[in-house]
Nanobody
């Protein structure tokens, strides 16, 4: 089992920035990809970004390309999501997830472990 804890969410004005963190614990000895997803009220969970174990491969949703950056520090078992130029439509609960198969895909079904989420609210 892998436990994930997200942090860094909050309220920010449009155009502002936030940095989310997700710390993994438990059975983290395997080489796993990590991803960020988000879910707004009344909408399905959607892909935001993913990163391979080594950090060299990344994948982004078109809606966040050029604004968000995913990174990881394996020594700390932590993945980050730097969010810049935030828009009101970025408002959602953000979840991190682990794919033990290290595929950095955009589909929720590729991920076996999920955090509880952190709220991001962008005001206009």
């Amino acid at each position: 089992q892998v436990q994930l804890v997200e942090s860094g969410g909050g309220l920010v004005q449009a155009g502002g920035s936030l940095r989310l963190s997700c710390a993994a614990s438990g059975r983290t000895s395997s080489r796993y990809a990590m991803g960020w997803f988000r879910q707004a009220p009344g909408k399905e969970r959607e892909f935001v970004a993913a990163i391979s174990w080594g950090g060299r491969s990344t994948n982004y949703a078109d809606s966040v390309k050029g604004r968000f950056t995913i990174s990881r520090d394996n020594a700390k078992n932590t993945v980050y999501l730097q969010m810049n130029s935030l828009k009101p439509e970025d408002t959602a609960v953000y979840y991190c997830a682990v794919d033990p198969a290290n595929r950095w895909l955009s589909t929720t079904t590729a991920y076996d472990y999920w955090g509880q989420g952190t709220q991001v609210t962008v005001s206009s």
